[in-house]
Structure formats: structure tokens, C-alpha cells
């Protein structure tokens, strides 16, 4: 099998290799600078020396390797070589392993696919195995960061999204490069539960605490830490009254004039901490839909005000695509301040770098018909790609993975999507909130038009008008446009109709 032994004998080590459960594609990938979700097809390999071997007007269509192709591969072109020693070694180290004694093949060990081995991972905020099609979103903020460190302008960052689509793990990477490149990060965490306020003094105060220890910069932390002392008395204001008044929310009550100057004070010292180190400050916030238009109000004009300007601080937010209406009409300016990125579904190709990343670190194949099975099941949904591959590798029990398995993934898959994503918020709305969703849903996906839900319900659009408020309010629709209203959850119309099945 070494060298060139002619077309047919490579094409099969070609995919026996891909096959080998012990990562030695991915080696041999990696080792020409490659991805093994590379896609292969559209580029020339006659110029790479691959195990010695001319694969000029190979086909691989038929294999598994669809992948990320052009935007992965621009540091490969026609002078990138693999390496041939490295190969020839990894090549040694295959044979040794697939031939017995006298040089007969052995069969590749079977990779039994099992629950325990799942590498999956759906749930609200969980970390996928292979986080896919989010490349130029994280060298965005990896710019932002350096330009920070060189005390250059930047804008704050927001991603907007629908629920599922990835926006938290989105947070959770950026969060790990900013702490890579040494930036002083701080994430609020439970926006929903609490002010702001009472969301930002105890990783605040972590945070200074850890930065006073033997660091030069004593006098600032004090002035900061002093700076978060006043912001926790609002915090033990509002929540007494919060106490007091239950069912309201608390934000309106705190001052947020109070809130704007010691936000202001805090985030110029942490900008001169910084500064000092050669840093930045970041503060990250999830589900800032949640924040009251005061205290969003009180952030970001704390944020840019004008001796802020030239400080290294900087905000990465993510909410429900509410935020963008709620920041412009808070602040008029608000929405230059800040550069908003859409998070959308994935594309096809991201897709299948979802699935096969994790199948091949595990061995795993998957038939490209199967692959194309959970795009069309899942347009893309992050949150459904991981549903409906974890219940895939749990049906086919030995690789490969085929459309058939994923067409039987497909009941599991829906049950616990309506379990734990659709049916969370859902179960807490009032009848008539559930009809209004239901008129919605007998229209399709959406967004529709607020004249045509009321005339599903023979009802007048002004009468609706509260409870379609509510469901904003409650995070299950917003208004695209004016007059429009669209789902949160996407999907989420098949849901309401299995739910529901009649109005
Ligand atoms: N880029 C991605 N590639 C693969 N899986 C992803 C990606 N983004 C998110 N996921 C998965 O989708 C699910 C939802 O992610 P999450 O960040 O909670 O969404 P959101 O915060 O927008 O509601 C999680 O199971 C996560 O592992
Ligand atoms: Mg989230």
C-alpha cells in the first residue's frame, strides 16, 4: 500500500484511513496544515506530495471529507506540501497497526457508539464539542482586543439572535480569548433575576479583590472598589424594596442617575487599571433584553461618556432580537455606540462541520446522505444540530451513521426539544396567551402581520393588544417591524401545533 500503487489501492487506504479510529487522518491533515473538515474537492492536489502518490483527478465527492473548505483552507494553497517524512512515519505506525505478523490486513476495530460516548452536547449555555461557523465573529473581537491593548477606539460589541442559535457558548468563547490575551474580563451573570446593580457587584468585587493582590495599582483598585461600594448600596435598596413590591420590577426603583456616575467612576478606574497594565477591560452581559431601559440607559451612557472615549472598555452583549429596538429607543445614539452582529442559524457547510468535527476526532462516519438528513431536519439550528446528532450516534450504535438512523433520531429528538427548549417558557402563559401563539402558529413560521393573527381569532387587533404585549414582555415574541410579530424559538409554530393541535 506504500507509494504509488495505483489509483484504485490509494482511493481505498484513502478511506480506510479516514476510518481508522485513532486520529491518524487528522495527523496527516494536520500535519499539511490542513482541517480535517477540509473540504478537498475544490482544490488541487496534484501539487501536495501525498504519500508519494499523483492524485490528479481523484474524486473526492464520495467521501466524508465536506467541510469548511475555502474559508478554513486559505492558508493552503498549491505550494503547501504535507510533509513527507512525517508520513512515512505516521505511514509505519498504520501498517504496524493494520497488518498482522505475515502482513495481512486487520479489520479496524469497531467504535461502538453509546450514550456514555456521546460527544453532543444540546442544553441552554453548553459548550458544543466543535463550535462551528463562528471564525470571523471571534477574529472580529480578536481585533477589538488588540486595537484596546493599543489604546485605540473600539466599539462595543452586541449579538442579537433568536434563542437556541448559540449566542451564550458565543459569549463563553470570546470570553476565553479576551482572557487569553489578558484582558480584565468580568461576566454578569442571572440578568433576569436581578438589577443590574446586584448583577455586577459580586464579580466586580472578585474581580478587583484578585487585581489588588501585589499589583502597583493599589490606589486605583481602592477608588474602584469604592466605586462598586455605592453601586451595592443600590443593590441593598432595590432589592428591599423589591422585597416590599413584589411582581414589580425593581430596576425603576433604584436611582439611576446614581447608577450613571458611580458606572462612570468604575469604568474609568478599571480603564486606568488597565490602561496601566497594557490591557482592557471587557464586561460581558447575556440576556441583556432583560435589563430595565433605565439601567441600559444608566450603562451605556456610563460607557461612552466623553472622558470614557478614549479608555480601554469595552461591553460584549448578547440578547433576543428585542435589544435592538431597546437600545435605540433608550438612547438615541446608543445604536452607533455599539456594532450589532445578527447570530443566525448556521449555513449547510457549518452545519456538517458541527456533526463531523466530533465524528471524526471519535472515528465516527457518518453517509453523507445522513448528513444531509440533519441539515433539512434542523435548517441549521444550532441548538437542533446537537439534538438530533446526539440521538443519531445513539441509534446507529456502530459506525457509520446513516440517513436511516437519523430519520429514527427524529422522535427522540422532538420529544426532547419540546421537553426542554419549546415547552420551558410555554408552560407558564395563560390560556389566552397560548391562543394568541396558536393563531400565530396556524399561520406558519412567521413573522406575520398583527391584522392577520386577530382575524384567525375573529378578534380586533386593538383588543389583542395586551396580550401580545405580554408576550413580548415574557420573551416569546417580538416585532420585527412595526405592526409584525415572529417568534422568538425558532420552529417554534411546528411546536405550538403539536401542543396544541387545534385552536
Ligand atoms: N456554533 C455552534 N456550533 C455547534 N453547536 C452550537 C453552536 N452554537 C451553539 N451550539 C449549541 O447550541 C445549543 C444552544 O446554544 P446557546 O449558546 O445556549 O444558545 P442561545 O444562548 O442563543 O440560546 C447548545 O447545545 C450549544 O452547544
Ligand atoms: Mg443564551
Redesign the pocket.
Known amino acids: 500500500m506504500t507509494g504509488s500503487s495505483g489509483k484504485a489501492a490509494l482511493v481505498e487506504d484513502l478511506y480506510a484511513l479516514y476510518a481508522e479510529p485513532t486520529g491518524l487522518f487528522d495527523h496527516m491533515v494536520e500535519a499539511g496544515g490542513l482541517d480535517p473538515a477540509t473540504d478537498f474537492r475544490d482544490r488541487d492536489l496534484r501539487t501536495m506530495l501525498f504519500r508519494g502518490a499523483d492524485l490528479a483527478g481523484f474524486d473526492f465527492s464520495r467521501s466524508n471529507l465536506v467541510g469548511t473548505a475555502i474559508r478554513r483552507a486559505r492558508r493552503v494553497d498549491a505550494s503547501t506540501k504535507l510533509d513527507g517524512a512525517l508520513l512515512d512515519e505516521l505511514d509505519q505506525a498504520w501498517l504496524a497497526r493494520r497488518l498482522d505478523g505475515e502482513g495481512r490486513s486487520r479489520p479496524a476495530p469497531a467504535v461502538l457508539l453509546s450514550p456514555v460516548n456521546n460527544p453532543f452536547?444540546?442544553?441552554?449555555?453548553?459548550?458544543?464539542p466543535?463550535?462551528?461557523?463562528?471564525a470571523d465573529i471571534i477574529e472580529r473581537v480578536e481585533v477589538s482586543f488588540q486595537r484596546l491593548r493599543q489604546g485605540r477606539p473600539v466599539r462595543s460589541l452586541i449579538l442579537t439572535?433568536?434563542?437556541?442559535?448559540?449566542?451564550?457558548?458565543?459569549l463563553s468563547a470570546i470570553q476565553a480569548v479576551a482572557e487569553r490575551d489578558h484582558m480584565i474580563v468580568v461576566r454578569l451573570e442571572s440578568i433576569g433575576e436581578r438589577s443590574l446593580p446586584g448583577a455586577l457587584v459580586p464579580p466586580l468585587r472578585q474581580t478587583l479583590l484578585a487585581l489588588s493582590e501585589g499589583a502597583p495599582n493599589k490606589m486605583d483598585v481602592e477608588k474602584a472598589l469604592s466605586a462598586l461600594a455605592s453601586i451595592a448600596e443600590l443593590t441593598s435598596l432595590d432589592e428591599e424594596l423589591s422585597g416590599e413590591i413584589s411582581g414589580l420590577t425593581t430596576p425603576e426603583l433604584a436611582d439611576d442617575s446614581d447608577l450613571y456616575f458611580d458606572l462612570s467612576d468604575l469604568f474609568s478606574t478599571l480603564g486606568d487599571i488597565a490602561e496601566k497594565r497594557g490591557s482592557g477591560f471587557v464586561l460581558i452581559i447575556d440576556e441583556m433584553q432583560y435589563l430595565a431601559d433605565k439601567q441600559l440607559a444608566a450603562l451605556m451612557a456610563a460607557l461612552h461618556q466623553r472622558s470614557q472615549k478614549a479608555r480601554p472598555v469595552m461591553i460584549v452583549g448578547?440578547g433576543l432580537p428585542i435589544l435592538l429596538g431597546k437600545i435605540g429607543s433608550v438612547m438615541s445614539y446608543g445604536e452607533r455606540q455599539f456594532e450589532f452582529i445578527h447570530?443566525g442559524p448556521?449555513d449547510e457547510v457549518?452545519t456538517n462541520d458541527?456533526v463531523l468535527g466530533p465524528l471524526v476526532k471519535e472515528g465516527v462516519l457518518i453517509e453523507p446522505d445522513g448528513l444531509a438528513a440533519i441539515y433539512a431536519h434542523t435548517e441549521g439550528y444550532?441548538?437542533f444540530?446537537?439534538e438530533w446528532a446526539l440521538h443519531s450516534w445513539n441509534e446507529a450504535k456502530v459506525s457509520p451513521i446513516t440517513r436511516e438512523h437519523v430519520e429514527r433520531a427524529t422522535t427522540a429528538a422532538l420529544a426532547h426539544l419540546d421537553e426542554n427548549f419549546f415547552r420551558m417558557r410555554f408552560d407558564r402563559l395563560t390560556p389566552s396567551e397560548m391562543r394568541y401563539l396558536r393563531a400565530m402558529a396556524e399561520l406558519g413560521p412567521g413573522p406575520h402581520q398583527s391584522q392577520d393573527v386577530a382575524g384567525v381569532l375573529n378578534s380586533k387587533v386593538v383588543g389583542l393588544g395586551p396580550v401580545r404585549g405580554s408576550l413580548i414582555r415574557k420573551g416569546m415574541i417580538y416585532s420585527p417591524t412595526h405592526g409584525e410579530t415572529a417568534f422568538t424559538v425558532p420552529l417554534f409554530d411546528d411546536f405550538i401545533r403539536r401542543a396544541m393541535p387545534s385552536l
Do not use: N
Not at 452536547?121 to 458544543?128: E, I, R, S, V
Not at 466543535?130 to 463562528?134: E, I, K, S
Not at 439572535?161 to 458565543?170: H, I
Open positions: 452536547a444540546p442544553g441552554a449555555g453548553t459548550f458544543p466543535l463550535l462551528a461557523g463562528r439572535g433568536l434563542r437556541g442559535v448559540g449566542k451564550t457558548v458565543l448578547a447570530i448556521l457549518a458541527a444550532p441548538y444540530i446537537q
